[in-house]
């Protein structure tokens, strides 16, 4: 079930970045009083009453500036660039957060983001609709302003709902409307093994595609970037059904283009959210690259299993070293991963990739292993035996006894003495000792820690 995406928009200097951060609990944002200062837009998930979402920062609409028209210092050059963010972040949500200034009131620039949004909107078929937008009037830090947020039913977008994202104050009631409104459940069942292509553009992800399912599905392009959507192809291997996910390339932030191909990174962002198993294609030519361990990144902040696949290999000269030497670096460098199985393949040909859809489907089997409770015990056991776990300030920490609460992704909650007696090496030291019994193939084991309870 994906999340649903929520876009902070509004003119520059309105305090989105500030909502964004307060928002996600980090500060992921740049917060600067300079209008112009975000320009390019940053996904990350949040919370409130147990419902996830993504909330996506764009830079600020401002249509009454100009690229000859200076807003700031370097910044009007990306004036329409800003603008064709929020624009495609507003095509993509599912719900819309217009912010507006309180302090200044009204805008003839709010005016016409508003219509800018009434445009984005479309009709449904109960006569509502969609996406819907919230008009959050920031920077609402007392009374006045708050009785003054009224002032902003002529934008004709609902009533106004003050907040000011520094202090916090009403932006509890603003997720309490926001979340009530969210659709959560999915119009159908799927229950297709979803495999989604990432990577850099031009690695070969739509070539793949195409040789996977058989068929020229995906347009396949030297000019990196062609793939623009993420594209689902639904067919069945060996009885088993498969949804296969080709993305567009994911970019630095700094290298990414304006307009659509910002629009495809988040969406896949989105894609490796659905997934089930992510491949990570990395380029033989080029070797394995920082953004390479940026998308890795993603693939493990989203807790999905992942196969890496090294294309291109029939245009590396090679001898009886080269793959080892490929492996040991690629694993070197993936050391927060070192449990992802390697596939060295070249889409072009086809060498292998015979290979990738059965070692898909045996992550995924690893993905949904679950261990009995005695069996996990006995391993936690031996392994106390084995590395009892250190001194920490005279105490010693404690395991009682430890359960599997779910799969997808396999999840094992502990009970302990005490939770900060846990050093985060002994932590893995016991994830290493699981994988030795369980080789959970690719996949992420998450080790939750649960204290005793204080006596009365």
Known sequence: MSKPVVALVGRPNVGKSTLFNRLVGERLAI???????????????????GIYFDVIDTGGIDPTHGGDTPLSIGSADFISDIKSQAQVAIEECDAVLFLADGE????????????????????????????????????????????????????????PLPISAVHGANVGDLLDK??????ITDA????????????????????????????????????????????????????VPLTLIDTAG??????????????????????????DVALLMIDADS???????????????????????????????KDSYTMNYYTERILQELNFMPYV??????????????????????????????????????????ALDAHPPPLHAGKRLKIYYGTQVRTDP?????????????????RRFLENRIRDAYEFLGTPIRVVLKGKGKKK
């Not at 209008?35 to 949040?46: F, K």
């Not at 990577?199 to 068929?215: D, R």
């Open 31 to 49: 917060v600067d009083d300079t209008p112009g200062t975000t320009r390019d837009r940053i996904l990350a998930e949040s919370d409130w009453n």
């Open 287 to 317: 070797g394995i690259t920082a953004q390479d361990l940026h998308i890795a990144g993603y693939i493990l902040d989203a807790w999905k299993s992942t196969i890496v696949l090294v294309n291109k290999w029939d245009s590396i000269e």
């Open 410 to 426: 396999p999840t094992f909650l502990i009970y302990v003495n005490n939770t900060k007696l846990m050093h985060f090496t002994y």
């Open 104 to 159: 200044s009131g009204p805008t003839p620039p709010d005016r016409e983001v508003a219509e800018i949004l009434r445009r984005s909107q479309k009709k449904l078929e109960d006569g509502s609709f969609y996406p819907p937008i919230y008009l959050v009037i920031n920077k609402c830090d007392n009374e006045a302003r708050r009785n003054a947020a009224s002032e902003f039913y002529e934008l004709g977008l609902g009533e």
């Open 178 to 183: 926001l979340v009530a409104d969210f659709s």
């Open 341 to 382: 199985p390697l596939l060295f393949i070249s889409a072009k040909t086809g060498q292998r990739v015979d290979k990738v859809l059965p070692l898909a489907l045996k992550v995924q089997e690893a993905r949904l292993t679950r261990i009995p409770t005695s069996k996990l015990n006995s391993l936690l056991r031996d």
């Open 188 to 239: 159908e069942a799927d229950d297709s093994v979803k495999i989604s292509i990432v990577g850099k553009p031009n690695a070969g992800k739509s070539s793949l595609l195409n040789k996977l399912t058989g068929e020229e599905r995906a347009i396949v392009s030297p000019i990196a970037g062609t793939t623009r959507d993420a594209v689902d192809t639904q067919f069945e291997y060996e009885g």
């Open 250 to 275: 994911i970019r630095k932030r700094g290298k990414i283009d304006s307009g659509v191909e910002r629009y495809s990174v988040v969406r896949a962002h989105k894609a490796i959210e659905r997934a």
